[in-house]
């Protein structure tokens, strides 16, 4: 079992930056792949970016490469997605979520747990 809590979000203007954060509980962090997700109002949840265990291989959507970079601690029990050039665009709540996969995923619904998401607001 992982227990995952977002933090970091707020509201910024548009070309500004922001930093998340999400804690794990457990000591099997570290088996786990990590990702970040986002769902904007009247939007599905859609995948940003995932980091594999070591953090050596890092996969992101293709309106975000370029802009944010994850990574990860697995001595503190945390992963984080850096944002910047942020754009009105990127305005939603922001969910981490581990996969006990083998392979880097993009696919919601195969990532084993969730946080409870943080509210991310871009001013134009």
């Known amino acids: 079992q992982v227990q995952l809590v977002e933090s970091g979000g707020g509201l910024v203007q548009a070309g500004g930056s922001l930093r998340l954060s999400c804690a794990a509980s457990?000591?099997?962090?570290?088996?786990?792949?990590m990702g970040w997700f986002r769902q904007a109002p009247g939007k599905e949840r859609e995948f940003v970016a995932a980091?594999?265990?070591?953090?050596?291989?890092?996969r992101y959507a293709d309106s975000v490469k370029g802009r944010f970079t994850i990574s990860r601690d697995n001595a503190k029990n945390a992963v984080y997605l850096q944002m910047s050039s942020l754009k009105p665009e990127d305005t939603a709540v922001y969910y981490c979520?581990?996969?006990?996969?083998?392979?880097?995923?993009?696919?919601?619904?195969?990532?084993?747990?969730w946080g409870q998401g943080t509210e991310v607001t871009v001013s134009s």
């Open positions: 980091i594999d265990r070591s953090g050596g291989n890092t």
């Open positions: 979520a581990a996969d006990g996969s083998l392979a880097v995923i993009a696919f919601a619904p195969l990532y084993d747990y």
């Open positions: 457990g000591r099997t962090f570290s088996r786990y792949n």
